[in-house]
């Protein structure tokens, strides 16, 4: 769908986002910190209600997560 502003003419297109939420709640301050230098996320593989499950084999690149 093309939406005309004034000049500015806008390509609208429905996305489908996928948010996953995420906790670092076993790790010690430091542990955290180094993890976030490296833009890396752990996840314990046995968590409950299988989400560390899902989230091993249903996220994609193009997903995003927050961490809490």
């Not at 948010?19 to 976030?36: A, I, M, N, P, Y």
């Not at 989400?51 to 809490?68: H, I, N, T, V």
Request: a positive charge; hydrophobic letters at 35%; glycine letters at 8%.
């Amino acid at each position: 769908m093309k939406l005309q502003i004034g000049v500015l003419t806008v390509n609208a297109r429905l996305i489908d986002l996928r948010v996953w939420k995420h906790s670092h709640g076993g790790l010690k301050d430091k542990e955290r910190e180094k993890l976030r230098k490296r833009s890396v996320i752990t996840l314990f593989k046995d968590t409950g209600k299988e989400q560390g499950l899902a989230f091993r084999e249903q996220m994609q690149p193009s997903d995003f997560f927050y961490l809490c």
